[in-house]
């Protein structure tokens, strides 16, 4: 595990209800910038879980459909924003908790590094 994701966290999952109609669901909207998303179906057996990718902002969302296509939903999915935000908080709360700490200092103890033998193992 990451030494900055030690622990756990909270993050924010928006949900939009997709409007259905007798032969499917509405195109949905990206949640940041309103355009219409593109839709992929990742597992060939499974129409109830899509996929939803911006070509405008880039974002990736989670579609679920209901079993019987009566109701589905759009889930925003974090991307490389929310992990740079959430790096950048840890690393700072992380820098306050240990005092003396070189600024900007996130490397590991060395009693936690693994030293490689010559054939690439573990030693």
Do not use: Y
Not at 76 to 102: H, S
Request: hydrophobic share 35%.
């Amino acid at each position: 595990m990451h030494p900055l994701f030690a622990h756990p966290f909270s993050m924010k999952w928006n949900v939009t209800v997709l409007e259905v109609a007798p032969d499917g669901f509405l195109s949905p909207a990206c949640q940041k910038c309103q355009a219409e998303l593109d839709i992929h179906q990742p597992q060939a057996d499974d129409p109830n879980e899509l996929l939803g990718t911006c070509s405008q902002c880039g974002c990736w969302h989670l579609i679920q459909v209901a079993p019987g296509g009566t109701e589905a939903w759009v889930f925003n999915l974090p991307g490389v924003d929310f992990v740079r935000e959430t790096l950048t908080q840890a690393r700072k709360e992380a820098a306050r908790k240990k005092p003396g700490a070189p600024k900007g200092s996130t490397a590991r103890s060395p009693k936690n590094r693994v030293k490689l033998g010559s054939e690439g193992h573990s030693g």
